[in-house]
Structure formats: structure tokens, C-alpha cells
């Protein structure tokens, strides 16, 4: 069943043209990796299904407009991690981590014992056991995205946006956290991600969706999209992959490749197929 679905959406931004034409749909219960190099429009997609930018186009989030939902049930369906978040005035993690029940809340509604056990579970997730009264200003890069994590853990929404959550985070913690959206998905969550490695994308997204230029240009499951020729097209690097049976997709990049001898995209939407 389709959950989300973007109709031939294009943002602009300060009169720049940042997307154009996109077309996606995602069923529930999938995990969506969302990738393409630096300006490519992928930051830029996730807030406009959040509502949060303007855009042309139809976006619906289980068959209604996304902007037809009112902030609080939207807020239920839909959590939206950004990137390298952060505050500028103080908060317990407590919290901060208990403002992604606001919308399960009425006005001035006190949060319950059952709101704070959800919290101190989401803490656990992500590896923060004891941090509750420490205040989030006190903490590393790594430690408050983790604690937005956990927050965004806590909302329980149906759909996950996810804008390079683990870009801060050591590798343990990287694998750690996306181990739990994994079990998050096999319980019936959906989730679209923004990825910056391609063979993390690769071992956990079901599907994968390259942004370049603000176009979707290709889309599929991971071993059919990172080819060595669309990395090359695509990220600017040689790279052999390796599809071992049983074992996750391996990319080994060998050299940067210039932007005049990358060889033309054959994809119909890319920019480089097109005449100038």
C-alpha cells in the first residue's frame, strides 16, 4: 500500500530551481535510501514532504495533501530528523526527548508515566542510559543527534524522515542506530533516509532513490542503481562493486574521475543526456 507519493513536485528556492519534476512513491513498511552528491536536491525533497519549504506539485501522505494535515496530526504520522541539529537554549535530555510526544498530547496536557517509560526506551536505543537530567548543551555533535534521534523515536510516527542521522555518529553508534530503524521497519514503519555512504545505503534501504541536478535520474533496489558506470556518472568515481552472494554490496572507489572524460548518462532524466 502506498503511504507516501510526490506527483511531479519542483521547489525554488530564492528564484533557484533546486528540484525538478520529481515523481516518488513509497509503500509502507519499506526503508527508502535517498542519495546523490553534494546540491543535488536531497535535504531539499525531505523538507518539502515535511511541509516545511514551499513546492509545486502534489505531495500526499496516505492519500491526503501533506498540507492539508494540521501541524499536530501530521506531527503523528510524520518525523523528520534533520541534519546536524542543534540548540542554542538549554534543555534536560528528558526534555528535549519528551517534545516528540507533544503531538500525541492535548494543550497544556501534562506528559504521563507512560510518555517518560517511552523515553527512557528511546534513550536506551541509542545508547544514552543516564543522560536524562543532563542538559543537551553539555553534550558532543554526536551525543545531541543521538538525543534528536530519540526524540524523533519517541513521536512513534508511521514515516521516519531522515536527513543523514548517523553523519555524527561514531561507527558503532552508526550501525547501533540503524540495527533499530531496521527493527523499527520489520514492525511495519516506513522510512526515507538521506544517505552519504553508499554502501551503508546499500546494506539497509529495500530501495533507493539518486537525486542529481535536483532530477531523480535512477531508481531501484541498491545492487541494480550503484553501478560502477552511474558512480561514475553520478559521484565522480572509478569504483568496482562487488555482489558477493549472501554478503553486503562492496564499493571499492579507485580514482576521482573528471568531469571531462565521465561518460554521458544514458538515464532519460538526467541533465547529461540532454542537449545543451
Known amino acids: 500500500m502506498t503511504l507516501l507519493s510526490v506527483d511531479r513536485v519542483h521547489v ?32 531539499t525533497l525531505l523538507r518539502a514532504i515535511g511541509n516545511h519549504i514551499p513546492f509545486e506539485g502534489s ?18 504520522r510524520l518525523a523528520y530528523v534533520r541534519q546536524a541539529a542543534s540548540l542554542t537554549f538549554d534543555f534536560t535530555v528528558e526534555e528535549l526527548v519528551l517534545l516528540g510526544r507533544a503531538p500525541h498530547r492535548g494543550w497544556l496536557q501534562s506528559y504521563r508515566t507512560s510518555d517518560r517509560a517511552l523515553v527512557r526506551e528511546a534513550l536506551s536505543m541509542v545508547d544514552l542510559e543516564g543522560f536524562a537530567d543532563r542538559s543537551v548543551l553539555s553534550l558532543s555533535g554526536g551525543e545531541t543527534q543521538r538525543v534528536f534521534l530519540a526524540q524523533a523515536l519517541v513521536q512513534e510516527a508511521d514515516l521516519l524522515l531522515l536527513d543523514e542521522p548517523t553523519s555524527h555518529l561514531d561507527v558503532h553508534y552508526q550501525f547501533a542506530f540503524m540495527e533499530q530503524v531496521a527493527a523499527l521497519v520489520e514492525r511495519g514503519r516506513t522510512v526515507l533516509a ?11 534501504a529495500d530501495h533507493l532513490l539518486v537525486l542529481q541536478g535536483g532530477r531523480l535520474i535512477s531508481q531501484g533496489t541498491p545492487a541494480s542503481v550503484l553501478t560502477p558506470k552511474r558512480i561514475a556518472e553520478v559521484f565522480g568515481m572509478e569504483a568496482t562493486v562487488d555482489r558477493s552472494a549472501g554478503g553486503p554490496l562492496r564499493i571499492e572507489y579507485r580514482t576521482p574521475v573528471s568531469n571531462e572524460s565521465r561518460p554521458p548518462s544514458t538515464d532519460p532524466e538526467s541533465p547529461t543526456s540532454r542537449p545543451s
Open 12 to 43: 525554488t528556492l530564492d528564484g533557484h530551481q533546486i528540484l525538478s519534476d520529481i515523481d516518488v512513491e513509497i509503500d509502507a513498511g519499506s526503508w527508502v535510501g535517498l542519495v546523490g552528491p553534494n546540491g543535488s536536491g536531497k535535504t
Open 59 to 76: 505531495i500526499t501522505l496516505d492519500g491526503r495533501r501533506v498540507e492539508a494535515w494540521g501541524d499536530q496530526a501530521r506531527a503523528r
Open 194 to 204: 538521506v544517505f552519504h555512504d553508499l554502501e551503508l545505503a546499500a546494506r539497509y
